[in-house]
């Protein structure tokens, strides 16, 4: 952990953050989420001073989860008749894209949200609203309240998992497993079939 809070205290945590939140979106085995809480609990060791740090890392991840939503949702957008026919195999992506447009259309937005936490749930909205066409004004709002509210979530559990634990891998580590169980709670709502469909 030492070796991580020297990194916080230097710009670059916030470049290998940024990068690493940008491209999961394509490449969800990025431990993005991990590294955002390990960051976070190494913070939590530094004096009051270095608070601010945390607030900048929220902006950060946030703003790089926002930027991969919006390169992978214009991606898709543009895709061509093969990323067409490849989104179409995929029964995820297409059950994805009818319960997204139908959440839109009511002006809400919640399973964008709610898919930033799942596994690989991000990169299937942000491609299933791209290949839909949704209009960017009706998404990406909610992409933008998904990245902070997923940011400020994984740096609160690291920051609070450090100062009542300590910063130790302890901590990080009991961080990481609140932020997966919340990931397999939003996995399962996301399969939870429509109340419309279950009847």
Do not use: N
Not at 117 to 127: E, H, K, M, N, T
Request: charged residues 15%; aromatic residues 8%.
């Amino acid at each position: 952990m030492e070796s991580v809070g020297s990194l916080v205290g230097s710009p670059w945590i916030y470049a290998v953050v940024a990068l690493s939140v940008l491209l999961d979106v394509f490449l969800p085995v990025l431990p993005s989420g991990v590294l955002v809480i390990t960051a976070a609990t190494a913070a939590a060791a530094s004096t009051a001073a270095y608070v601010p740090d945390i607030l900048v890392l929220t902006l950060c991840a946030a703003t790089a989860s926002v930027l991969g939503d919006l390169v992978a949702y214009r991606l898709a957008w543009r895709g061509g008749p093969r990323l067409d026919r490849a989104l179409a195999r995929s029964r995820r992506l297409r059950g994805a894209q009818e319960r997204l447009g139908a959440a839109l259309a009511r002006g809400g937005g919640g399973l964008v949200v709610l898919a930033r936490f799942a596994p690989a749930g991000r990169s299937v909205v942000s491609l299933g609203a791209g290949a839909a066409r949704h209009r960017a004004r009706d998404f990406l709002p909610w992409s933008a309240l998904a990245g902070l509210t997923w940011a400020g979530y994984s740096v609160a559990l690291g920051y609070f998992g450090g100062q009542w634990l300590g910063a130790t891998w302890l901590a990080a580590a009991v961080s990481v497993g609140a932020l997966l169980a919340a990931g397999a709670g939003a996995g399962y709502l996301m399969r939870k079939p429509h109340p419309a469909k279950a009847g």
